[in-house]
């Protein structure tokens, strides 16, 4: 009697259907030569029997077998392994002529200055982030079970096919309300354009924008990526400098006087990455420019729902009157950045382009992800969470500063951020910072950060959302050991 029992093994408590687990067996013993074509697989009831299956999952099991050319099915003689195989084995691929380019790559992009990080294999280091939320609290299960039930349902069906390219209708029309009662934002579903995240935002509307040897302006230190899409889409950049009240706007009017600026970068909310929030008072003198000097702000609002003092002030795009500003929000921290859905708003015309911009590359977004995070927005699911999050990360951020304020007061300053998830830290000696990601990485420790900050600014941006109390301790404890 052939061993079924013990060939064709699964188990009940994995996630994947036990019929796709018999399949995959079967398909296993194929492989591995227990079963050859042309044998004749027992019943259904009889197989069921011997592995202690309904009979319907085993029927299931074989049909898979079956769609997919493993087995044969006769009226009246019964299941057979077949005799015109899939592919048996995977052969190993020598000289593909995918290993070695004949010429050069066309276009360049210029690297990022991050460390080689997100190369690296972190099973043996623990990440320092630069402000990323703690996936340990998102929502996940949560936000799938809206996946799971749109998919079982056959309303749902058209979100299986080709769809909107700026994205679900449904999230569009939820945004408008959300952005309206959360950032004052008065706008129409028709300006609302779904990405992937926040960084495709920004890529479509720059690259929509920009000719080139246009100017943008961006901030130094400032999100440097940024700088590579202007640079990538022919535009120049030129830098204006940030002090305790956000972005220099005195500097942003003398740019402009010399040179053709079509658009200027900025997380008003909390600055990327020195985390300063920019004063009403500049808020409004960079309104003013944009209308006197004719450019588009970009406003990168990448952590608005993230406040703990006081209530957060309004985005630009609140007071968009005259079409100047084009909001970008996204779902990665206050949800995770595995959550590729994000969003700008923008006047007609960058719709128009953008549109055009995004079917070169993606045909559209994520349409049932996109009307999941809908329903999680309009159930309610979103501010509960939300609410849960900023306390704990309250707590993270106030035990963080009180942990460098207590250790490395002598040896660095900072001022306490009032929302987002990172702390600006500026070292008092230069050296002592340029060696600190190489000697944390000895002690299993991978802070992630760009060079500059440190070349230029003594400067390091830490995230302390994602470590809980005992990992920041312990965190604190190594950086000390190394900086005493
Ligand atoms: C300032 C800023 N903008 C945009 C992004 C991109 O975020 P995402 O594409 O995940 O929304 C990041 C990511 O860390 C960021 O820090």
């Not at 087995?71 to 020598?94: D, I």
């Not at 420019?289 to 703990?308: G, P, R, T, V």
Request: glycine share 6%; aromatic share 10%; hydrophobic share 35%.
């Amino acid at each position: 009697m052939f061993p079924w029992k013990s060939i064709l093994k699964f188990s009940r408590e994995s996630t994947k259907p036990i019929y796709l687990q018999l399949a995959d067996a079967i398909i296993k013993s194929i492989h591995e030569g227990h079963l050859f074509p042309g044998q004749k697989l027992p019943g259904a009831r009889v197989l069921g029997d011997l592995l202690n299956l309904n009979r319907k999952t085993v029927t299931a099991a074989l049909e898979e077998l079956s769609s997919q050319g493993w087995v044969e099915s006769y009226e009246w003689k019964g299941t057979f392994v077949s005799n015109k195989l899939p592919e048996l084995k995977y052969k190993p691929l020598h000289n593909t002529g995918f290993r070695e380019a004949v010429g050069e790559t066309g276009r360049k992009v210029n690297k990022f200055r991050f460390l080689e990080s997100l190369y690296l294999d972190y099973t043996n280091v623990r990440l320092i982030d630069d402000g990323v939320p703690d996936v340990r609290l998102s929502p996940l299960d949560t936000l799938y079970a809206y996946h799971r039930s749109i998919l079982s349902k056959n309303a749902f069906s058209a979100l299986l096919k080709y769809n909107h390219i700026e994205g679900d209708l449904d999230l569009r029309m939820t945004l408008t309300s959300y952005l309206h009662t959360t950032r004052g934002i008065v706008t129409d579903h028709q300006n609302i354009f779904i990405t992937r995240g926040s960084q495709m935002a920004i890529y479509i509307t720059v690259t929509a924008l920009l000719k080139k040897g246009d100017y943008c302006i961006t901030s130094l230190p400032g999100y440097q990526i940024v700088d590579n899409i202007i640079n990538h889409s022919g535009g120049k950049v030129a830098h204006v400098a940030v002090d305790n009240e956000g972005i220099d706007v005195g500097e942003v009017d003398e740019i402009c006087k010399k040179k053709k600026v079509r658009l200027l970068y900025i997380t008003p909310h909390h600055h990327y990455p020195t985390t300063v929030r920019l004063s009403p008072k500049r808020r409004i003198e960079l309104l003013q420019l944009a209308i006197k000097h004719n450019f588009y702000i970009l406003e990168d609002d990448y952590d608005y729902d993230l406040h703990y003092d006081n209530s957060p002030l309004l985005p630009l795009a609140s007071l968009n009157k005259d079409g100047r500003v084009i909001y970008i929000g996204s779902f990665s921290k206050c949800l995770s950045p595995s959550v590729r859905v994000g969003y700008f708003v923008a006047p007609k015309e960058i719709m128009e382009a953008a549109n055009k911009l995004r079917r070169i590359i993606d045909r559209q977004g994520d349409p049932l992800l996109e009307r999941a995070v809908s329903e999680f927005i309009k159930s309610g699911d979103l501010d509960r969470h939300l609410k849960k999050t900023v306390r704990i990360y309250k707590h993270r951020r106030d035990y963080f500063c009180a942990l460098l304020q207590s250790n490395f007061s002598e040896y660095l300053s900072f001022i306490q951020p009032e929302g987002g998830m990172s702390v600006w830290l500026v070292f008092k000696n230069a050296e002592m910072l340029k060696n600190l990601p190489d000697k944390l990485l000895k002690q299993g420790y991978l802070l992630e950060t760009d060079n500059i900050f440190i070349e230029r600014f003594n400067g390091v941006r830490i995230g302390f959302a994602s470590l809980n109390d005992v990992e920041m301790d312990k965190f604190i404890e190594t950086v000390k050991h190394i900086l005493d």
